[in-house]
């Protein structure tokens, strides 16, 4: 296999026996990862010849962007579960825990630029003023 190939066989695995329901769409799943392989492998290969970058570094830019954009959607949903939720925000302990965070992180995880970014989005203020913070706003 080719390392391009292999940088898309590691990008998109192919399904285990058992995980595709129902059952008879297990053949249907691995032809649509196989497809998937082939353009990714193509993207990365074009990607890296116009740039003039290692695939394997274009990959993990990839994975990391992405990364960001989750870590970013996480602090927006605890602002929201915190500061947006009915008239009682949700619990320390439980978004932690949901998180993959500690406590002491759900407190510190996002700050005024995320609630910003959650009111804009949906269109309302939070529920309750915010205490001063010692951030500066995130």
């Known amino acids: 296999m080719h390392p ?18 129902p059952e008879d769409c297990y053949a249907d799943a691995c032809d649509q990862v196989l497809e998937q392989r082939k353009n990714d492998a193509l993207g990365l290969e074009a990607a890296g010849e116009e ?20 870590d970013a959607q996480i602090r927006q949903l605890l602002a929201w579960g915190r500061e947006f939720h009915g008239s009682r925000p949700y619990g320390l302990e439980e978004l932690a ?4 965070y500690g406590i002491s992180g759900v407190r510190t995880a996002y700050g005024d630029t995320e609630i910003r970014q959650v009111a804009a989005q949906i269109g309302r203020q939070p529920n309750r003023p915010r205490r001063e913070s010692t951030k500066g706003g995130r």
């Open 97 to 100: 825990r949901r998180a993959g």
């Open 4 to 21: 391009i190939e292999e940088l898309a066989a590691l990008r998109n695995p192919m399904p285990e026996p058992d995980t595709v329901t």
């Open 51 to 70: 740039l003039k970058t290692d695939p394997l570094l274009l990959a993990l830019d990839d994975l990391k962007a992405k990364k960001e954009a989750v």
